[in-house]
Nanobody, 115 residues
Framework: QVQLVESGGGLVQAGGSLRLSCAAS????????MSWYRQAQGKQRELVAS???????NYADSVKGRFTISRDNAKNTVYLQMNSLKAEDTAVYYC?????????WGQGTQVTVSS
């Protein structure tokens, strides 16, 4: 059974940092894309950052220069280093993984930035 387990969310003051982790298990073969999405209260889920197995990354304009996505392909794990956090970064952050055969969402982890 495919599972994504996220960790690292929490409460932080504006200007602070957090690091999210997402470990995938039960997946056979290569995970072509691992991504982070977020959903703020009352808003649609949006892509924050994504990383392919070949190392190509993509970021939302709102987080460029502040967030960094990275992957450990051997561990099927993706990370999101979030620096210079702002109140508007407050949301539930979801991990997403896609292979040729399956795609899976994590359960989400809350990030709250106090101003």
């Amino acid at each position: 059974q495919v599972q994504l387990v996220e960790s690292g969310g929490g409460l932080v003051q504006a200007g602070g940092s957090l690091r999210l982790s997402c470990a995938a298990s039960g997946i056979s073969g290569s995970i072509s894309v691992m991504s982070w999405y977020r959903q703020a209260q009352g808003k649609q889920r949006e892509l924050v950052a994504s990383a392919t197995s070949g190392g190509i990354t993509n970021y939302a304009d709102s987080v460029k220069g502040r967030f960094t996505i990275s992957r450990d392909n051997a561990k099927n794990t993706v990370y999101l280093q979030m620096n210079s956090l702002k109140a508007e970064d407050t949301a539930v952050y979801y991990c997403y993984a896609r292979t040729v055969l399956v795609s899976k969402w994590g359960q989400g982890t809350q990030v709250t930035v106090s101003s």
